[in-house]
């Protein structure tokens, strides 16, 4: 058993470490090498990583490193086509991502639960109190993606992209003792932030950076995030320009992160087992429309 005293000096250890080191200038190295093509470093990195965090890639496009042109392309890997089958019932929401549960529930007024004695606020994450209005008092869910995960992002029900807002900020790391011990983590780390327009109105779905991804991309605008400058760079498209599926691919994480699922009062019920530290798979119910709207597109399994 773990002695709670030392594995607390080390949680504080970890985050004082974090404020110190040039975080910014140490994920982009991590990016660089990330995309080196160089077969043996590549090859003898994917290996290690496989071996070292047990990486399932039984449902990968490939098992095989010498497949992979580079460590991020292993990292950002497909899925085989249709090895994801949706939920039949065009209601029920999916989990965008493979992860781990770390908070989900309802948003108490205009603040989101980030951990026990933690909270921040709605306008704080999207950076723009005028689009958090809607979400106050919703539902929440927020998922954290470990290293050995899946790392491409999926809509978790039909959407019109209304939109995207890079956010920047830090670089905090964004495990349990991060969450646990940094206050207002997930609102002052960079992040991108995309609004649709869904059957269960809006929809808020965060990509929040951490320390060592490399990028952050969206499947409409390619890589949004490192982004140079201290401003929210904002972009909006027409309500018909851009819709997504259930399950359609949304964006990747170049090495980890945690998504943010945010919604409007009243109109989801999220599923009673999406507790912290449960286990998630992209797919997977986590909960249900409760006023289906307009028609929703047919559901579709991940294709490539």
Known sequence: MSNPSKDTRRSTLFIAVQYLIPQHAISRIVGWAARLENRLVKNLLIRWFIKHFRVDLSEATSSRAEDYPS??????????????????????????????????????????????????????????????????????????????????????????????????????????????????????????????????????????GALNVGSIETTWAGEVAPRRGRTVSRWSYDRDSLELARGAELGRFNMGSTVIVLFSPGRVALEQGLRPGETIRMGQPIGRTLFPGRDSLPATGIGN
């Open 71 to 208: 460590f991020n392309g292993f990292f950002t890997r497909a899925l085989r086509p249709a090895s994801r089958p949706l939920p039949v019932e065009p209601n029920v929401l999916i989990s965008p991502v493979d992860g781990t549960v770390s908070q989900s529930g309802p948003i108490e007024a205009d603040r989101i639960l980030q951990a026990k004695g933690q909270d921040f606020l709605v306008g704080e994450l999207l950076a723009d109190e005028r689009l958090a209005e809607p979400f106050h008092g919703g539902a929440f869910a927020t998922l954290y993606l470990a290293p050995y995960n899946y790392h491409r992002i999926h809509m978790p029900l039909d959407g019109r992209l209304l939109q995207m807002l890079h956010v920047p900020g830090r670089l905090f790391s964004v495990n349990a003792a991060s969450a646990q011990g940094i206050p207002r983590l997930f609102s002052r780390n960079e992040r991108v932030v995309c609004l649709f327009d869904t059957s269960a109105g809006p929809m808020a779905c965060v990509l929040v």
